[in-house]
């Protein structure tokens, strides 16, 4: 990819991905087109029908996501100053990172769950909110200032069952734990939509840097985990090297099986198994590439593995 100030990240995500996406024109279209706002409402802090009735008082034209019941969309762009946001009834969250919670059927019956990079705690408080505090939650990140806002999230929004740790993930002790999640660090091409900035130093080494440390972290995850437990990954890239490459390398050295992802009215198309001249393993398949043009979101990937 060309790196100077005039080439738009916009037309450098089209350029790299036309040939694997499915409607190029839609694709094209949409990532021009800013994202709508979009918000969790946490229901430990107050009934969702109250909530919501009193954010309609600012924005009758508040919805609901077709394929989750807490995650809406505003017109509004200042509702991190509202009443609501102040004491924790709402969290301001994309909606495909609303999604790798609901890949756990039954979550709310788990009873220990590690969330491995954690900052700032947009899907540690959704799971915390599904499990209506039980159970036991570890909320870890090797970032030291990213921590504040973690704690200030957790706290605001009235989290009781999370503890929070600061440590690089590759060198996290060996815990056991029911379900790990794993939103690692990525190139974030995904959120083009939302940041809508040009990139002065695009740099095609960026995925192959990143892919190192995504490997790094889920081959720990998957080392400490044990039989039967759920191992979600999941990334706001675009790029196949850090998803499916990522997915297809761990299947080459660690016992786990993938299981596929389905989000009632949600699109997911499923992993792509080749990229670049390079075959990746068939079973990536089961991995879920959500498309920006497909249900009017940023880009995501996520992959749901269960130990062997
Ligand atoms: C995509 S963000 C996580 C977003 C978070 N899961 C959420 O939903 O709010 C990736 C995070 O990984 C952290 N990180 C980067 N390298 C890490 C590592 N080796 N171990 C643990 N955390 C790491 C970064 O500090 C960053 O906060």
Redesign the pocket.
């Given at each position: 990819m060309k790196s100077n100030k005039t080439y738009s990240i916009q037309q450098g995500i089209i350029d790299r991905y036309a040939s694997i996406v499915d409607d190029k024109e839609k694709f094209r279209e949409n990532i021009h087109k800013p994202l709508k706002k979009s918000f969790r409402i946490n229901t430990l802090k107050g009934d969702k029908e109250d909530t919501l009735l009193n954010l309609k008082t600012y924005d009758d034209s508040i919805s609901c996501a077709k394929w989750y019941d807490n995650g809406f969309t505003t017109k509004l762009d200042n509702l991190g100053s509202s009443i609501e946001h102040f004491v924790g009834q709402i969290y301001i969250?994309e909606l495909t990172?609303m999604i790798?919670p609901l890949t756990i059927p039954n979550l709310n019956e788990y009873e220990k769950i590690i969330?491995?990079?954690?900052?700032?705690?947009?899907?540690?408080t959704?799971i915390a909110d599904i499990m209506q505090n039980n159970g036991e939650i570890i909320a870890?990140?090797?970032?030291h200032s990213?921590l504040k806002s973690?704690r200030g999230n957790l706290d605001r929004l009235g989290i009781t069952n999370t503890t929070v740790t600061l440590?690089?993930?590759?060198s996290?002790p060996n815990t056991d734990a029911d379900a790990y999640?794993v939103?690692?660090?990525?190139s974030?091409e995904g959120t083009i939509r939302k940041k809508n900035t040009i990139k002065k130093n695009w740099n095609e080494k960026d995925y192959g840097r990143f892919s190192k440390?995504q490997k790094?972290?889920l081959e720990r995850v998957c080392e400490m985990a044990n039989k039967g437990n759920q191992i979600i990954y999941?990334?706001?890239t675009f790029a196949p090297e850090e998803n499916e490459g990522v997915i297809s390398a761990i299947l080459e050295t660690q016992a786990v099986k993938l299981k596929k992802i389905n989000i009632e009215n949600l699109k997911i198309e499923e992993g792509r198994t080749n990229w670049m001249n390079q075959d990746y393993d068939k079973e990536v398949k089961k991995c879920a590439r959500i498309w920006p043009h497909h249900n009017n979101t940023d880009a995501f990937f996520i992959t749901r593995m269960e130990k062997c």
């Open positions: 969250q990172s790798p969330d491995c990079c954690a900052a700032p705690g947009s899907k540690t959704q870890n990140d090797k970032t990213r973690l440590r690089d993930f590759r996290f999640f939103d690692v660090p990525c974030s440390i790094g972290i999941s990334t706001c």
